[in-house]
């Protein structure tokens, strides 16, 4: 028996898959002022970077936080000391791909810090230091979808063509553009 288009039918199958993802990167500026003047700056680090993913209406947030930790020298560089701030930061990244058939209901956001926050740039501008921090993030929207499959009411029946997975034909897979798919899945 061979299937005809009649006897095929559609199903509408409800799954979670990725619905929307979206990356941003950032430059930002934060002036510290230490205790002490500074004379010149020996080292600028951020550590203990914390943040959350939070779906908003302009895309995903990521709100988080970080130290910033300087050490520098003071009174014509006879001293130094170390100067320690906590800062908060939102980022609101906007997603580039975004399926309008999800269910919002089911959303739930991920998000993953391709560049730690890291400082570029610390100079002195009067008694305090400004640092210039990079950070960069990759988010991506789960949520429950439909998607559309046909079936054959009487199942395969033999005539159905016989898929091997197994990579042995290679060779259909010759043309295919390599950078696209790159692209595709970043």
């Not at 061979?2 to 979670?16: G, H, N, P, V, Y």
């Amino acid at each position: 028996m061979s299937i005809t288009d009649k006897d095929l039918q559609l199903r509408e199958i409800i799954t979670k898959a990725v619905c929307g993802k979206g990356r941003k990167f950032s430059q930002v500026s934060h002036t510290v002022t230490p205790a002490n003047a500074p004379t010149s700056i020996l080292g600028a680090w951020i550590i203990n970077n914390q943040y959350e993913a939070v779906h908003s209406t302009n895309g995903v947030e990521v709100i988080g936080s970080y130290d910033i930790n300087i050490w520098y020298s003071y009174d014509r560089n006879t001293k130094t000391d170390v100067a320690k701030e906590t800062v908060s930061y939102v980022d609101v990244v906007p997603l580039s791909f975004l399926d309008k058939k999800h269910k919002p209901a089911t959303a739930e956001v991920y998000a993953l810090a391709v560049t730690d926050p890291n400082c570029v740039e610390a100079s002195i501008s009067g008694n305090g230091v400004v640092i210039r921090v990079e950070r960069e993030f990759k988010v991506e929207m789960t949520a429950e979808t439909k998607v559309c499959v046909v079936v054959s009411p009487h199942g395969l029946d033999g005539d159905e063509k016989s898929y091997d997975f197994d990579g042995s034909d290679d060779a259909e897979y010759d043309d295919l553009d390599l950078e696209l798919l790159d692209e595709e899945l970043s």
